[in-house]
Every structure is written in C-alpha cells, then in structure tokens.
C-alpha cells in the first residue's frame, strides 16, 4: 500500500518541520507516488488473499490462472466453507453444523462459544417457526446445562427465551434477534473459525489496509494540505484543501 507509506514518511517529515500548515502540491505528491515501487507479485497476493478469505471461489480460481498466483489452502475448501456460510445464513442451523463436523470435528469441540452460538441460532430458528413447544425444549436439554457453566452464555440464552413472551416478535425490543443481521453475525464467527482453522487469516487484508490509510490521511490532514483520497473506490486524488 504505497500510499499509506507515504503519508506516514510526509506526517514525520511535517513534524519535524515548523507548526504552520504545509501545502503540498499535485505534482509533489504525485512525484512522490511514483517513487514508490510495489512489486506486481505483492498486488496480486493482496487480490488472492481477498478472494480466498471471503469466498469467491470462481473469481480466484480464474485469478489463478491468468495471474499464476497460488492460494494458500486449497481452492477445494472454499466451496466447503461457502456451503456452512450459506446454511447458516439460511437459517439451515443443523445442515451448517453436520457440514462443519464434515470439514473438522475439533473446530466445534475447541470452541464452545461457536457451537453455544450455534445451538443459539437454531433456538432463534424454531421461535421463528413457530414451534413453541420445541423451542423451549429445546433450550432446556441443549442450552441450559451450557448456561449453568458460563454466565454470559446464561443471559444470552435468557435474552433469546425471552422472544416467546412477546406475540410480535418481530417489534418487540429484542426483535434484532430475528433479523437477517443476526444470522449473518453467526455465519460470519463460523466462517473465521474454519478459516483459523485452516491456518488461514480470518480476515481479509486489504480492509485493514484501507482503514489503515485511512487513518494515516486523517493524521496527515492536520498537518498539511495534500490531494487525498475521498473516494476508495476509484483511489482518485482530489486537489488540495488550501
């Protein structure tokens, strides 16, 4: 990330340098961009690793082979990966928990907090339904001995039964539980499990990019006037705020 490096070097140049705001023109700065030089192989394991961790399994199987970059875990695993993602997010609690037990048995015994929000989402799943009876029974035989051994597992499984005091549960004031959000929030800790897993970072590194020049410009711009970058998308530089 070339230009996160250079508002880092421009920040300590600046701060070395007299309090008043310093000005830095387009032509400076763009110079001073094209002075960096970033190895073509190191964009592409960016783009790769970016595909892999968030499951385009096409995209970065087509990225491998116009581009020569290797992935570092098998393309085969992302297509499994998806599989338990998407079940969650579908609300397929059971499938998605069979599916991971497929891929590796340790990853639910080494995690309790995972498999408890798990059984969690497939107690969100029958109160959805419907099935009252089920989902209390549920909650008892599955997630109650669970509760007694950890107390924040206790209020959240409490906070959940709680739904079934409510007749409309989608407007009562922990309806969010019912929201496609929370679903997504499952899908997404059992996503960066397998991920962990697998060795594999659970989170893809050019957001963290991002934010961190983000960050870099937002320091930078109490000490100088530059062409940041307002829009990410299309990394276009905007003049100067003089």
Request: aromatic share 6%.
């Amino acid at each position: 990330m070339s230009l996160f490096w250079i508002v880092l070097r421009q920040l300590a140049e600046i701060e070395a340098m007299a309090t008043s705001k310093k000005v830095i023109t387009r032509d400076e700065w763009e110079k001073k961009l094209n002075d960096v030089k970033i190895r073509k192989e190191d964009m592409n394991r960016l783009v790769m690793n970016f595909l892999v961790t968030e499951g385009y399994v096409e995209a970065a199987e087509k990225f491998r082979m116009e581009s020569g970059t290797q992935p570092d875990i098998d393309i085969a695993t992302i297509t499994e990966r998806m599989a338990v993602k998407k079940a969650v997010q579908c609300g397929n609690v059971e499938d998605a928990i069979e599916k991971v037990n497929d891929l590796n048995p340790e990853i639910l015994d080494t995690n309790p907090q995972l498999f408890f929000h798990l059984q969690q989402q497939r107690l969100i799943e029958l109160i959805r339904n419907g099935k009252v009876e089920e989902a209390l029974e549920f909650a008892q035989e599955e997630l109650a001995p669970r509760g007694e051994e950890n107390q924040g597992f206790l209020e959240e499984l409490e906070r959940t039964v709680a739904l079934l005091a409510f007749d409309d549960v989608a407007n009562c004031p922990i309806g969010e539980l019912l929201d496609i959000s929370q679903r997504l929030k499952t899908a997404s800790e059992v996503n960066a499990a397998i991920l962990t897993s697998q060795s594999h970072e659970k989170d893809p590194k050019l957001p963290s990019l991002l934010k961190m020049l983000i960050w870099a410009q937002n320091q930078l711009d109490e000490k100088a006037a530059y062409p940041r970058i307002d829009h990410l998308p299309t990394a276009t530089l905007g003049d100067p705020a003089v």
